[in-house]
């Protein structure tokens, strides 16, 4: 007689985890404002009782999930900054990995969670902290080329907004819109302006 299989029980953390997950692939689906809590739970095949047993609410819901997948990515970028071998090629790292592809579903989510901001508290304070955390990035990178000799920049935060805000534009448009932009052309913008505010060649980034 063969022994049942000791199942080990998920622990908080891990079904709040699993459920945001979930969540993050209806939200590239449907939309924030589409998605509903019996559309997540149906993805878990579990009762929306227990996504409200985690979560108090679809709006805190919808906000944890969007501050789970941006975390990630930021994790996944900071231990990729880690093996550049100097500032200027760990700037075009940054650069590189906040541009989108035509098609990424990630940007998506990126661009509704805006929209959503409007009409979700918990979802503006979350994509605040996020976009802010965004430009200190940028900065942090140009205050160590700065102490590395390899920029000059009066401004460090000015360019930091100025470089963020650029980037997160005419991404907008690469997401969106067809034939606007192309990826290639955006980053070649991109370079071209933060070379000019750090003192470097456009070609330095090559």
Avoid at 60 to 76: I, N, P
Avoid at 97 to 124: F, K
Wanted: glycine share 6%; charged share 25%; proline share 3%.
């Amino acid at each position: 007689m063969s022994r049942p299989v000791n199942m080990r029980r998920q622990t908080v953390e891990e079904r709040r985890a699993e459920i945001l997950e979930a969540t993050c692939d209806v939200v590239i689906e449907r939309g924030f404002a589409g998605t509903r809590v019996a559309d997540v739970a149906n993805k878990l095949n579990v009762s929306t009782g227990l996504i409200h047993y985690h979560f108090e609410s679809k709006e805190q819901l919808l906000a944890e999930a969007f501050a789970y997948a941006a975390r990630k990515e930021m994790e996944s970028l900071e231990e990729d900054l880690a093996s550049v071998p100097n500032v200027v090629a760990k700037f075009d790292r940054v650069l590189q990995n906040y541009i989108p592809d035509h098609d990424e579903v990630d940007w998506l989510m990126w661009i509704d969670s805006w929209g959503e901001a409007l009409r979700n508290p918990q979802m503006r304070t979350i994509s605040q902290e996020l976009d802010i955390q965004s430009t200190d990035l940028i900065e942090r990178v140009i205050d160590e080329g700065i102490a590395a000799g390899e920029f000059t920049c009066g401004d460090p935060h000015g360019t930091a907004l100025c470089i963020a805000g650029l980037v997160d534009g005419l991404s907008v448009q690469l997401t969106i819109h067809d034939k606007v932009i192309s990826r290639k052309e955006l980053l070649a913008h991109a370079r071209r302006i933060a070379a000019a505010e750090l003192g470097i060649s456009p070609t330095d980034f090559h």
